[in-house]
T-cell receptor
């Protein structure tokens, strides 16, 4: 059974750094074709993919946010961590982690965490 | 970046209706296109991957088609549990970008 759990703050102050942890079970991030991504969604708005890390440590970032984002994995702990620096109220959103599975260009987020609602306010 | 444009942004339909949602990519993405369903307060769920392949456990009333730049998601007979927001996502280039969603509401 594949599950993803998320942990991290629900309230951060402007200019602070957000650190979110995704702890998963039921799959290994060292297996071919597997990745974990972070996606966010402001209230009432669309999904935005922020970052993706693959089994081979390939990392991809949103072009508009890449200077603020870092994604890392700890395969032994089954965890993926996303940090986002210099948080601003416009970053208020629900943040999801999700497993990506597939080969070549044919992949999809097939399992999702429950989401963490993050508010940026002083 | 590849831009994904969904239409319509929202629609009203009745139970039993056939519903078609379209997604257009700003460049050729072959069949590297997924569809997700999201209900309020919940994480999205994968419905269709690679444009037309039904994810395990998804009812057969959902189907996807298209290639290149134009894609459709069809719900053959809308059920009460299908009222939700639907997103397309490309996986061809760079980070996986989503469309802005289509909200399916009860008429």
């Amino acid at each position: 059974q594949i599950t993803l759990e998320q942990s991290g703050p629900t309230l951060v102050k402007p200019t602070q750094t957000l650190t979110l942890t995704c702890t998963f079970s039921g799959f290994s991030l060292s297996s071919s074709g597997v990745g974990v991504g972070w996606i966010r969604q402001p209230l009432g708005e669309a999904l935005e993919c922020l970052a993706l890390i693959s089994y081979d440590d390939d990392k991809r970032y949103s072009p508009s946010l890449q200077n603020r984002l870092t994604i890392t994995k700890d395969t032994s702990k089954n965890q993926v961590v996303l940090t986002m620096t210099n948080m601003d109220p416009v970053d208020t959103a629900t943040y999801y982690c999700a497993r990506s599975f597939g080969y070549g260009y044919m992949d999809a987020f097939d399992f999702w965490g429950p989401g963490t609602a993050v508010t940026v306010s002083s | 970046d590849i831009q994904m444009t969904q239409s319509p942004p929202s629609l009203s339909a009745s139970v039993g209706d056939r519903v078609i949602i379209t997604c257009r990519a700003s460049q050729n993405i072959f069949t590297y296109l997924n569809w997700y369903q999201q209900k309020p307060g919940k994480a999205p769920e994968l419905l269709i991957y690679a444009a037309s392949r039904l994810q395990s456990g998804v009812p057969s009333r959902f189907s996807g088609s298209g290639s290149g730049t134009d894609f459709t998601l069809t719900i053959s007979s809308l059920q009460p549990e299908d009222f939700a927001t639907y997103y397309c996502q490309q996986t061809y280039s760079g980070l996986r970008t989503f469309g802005r969603g289509t909200k399916v509401e009860i008429k």
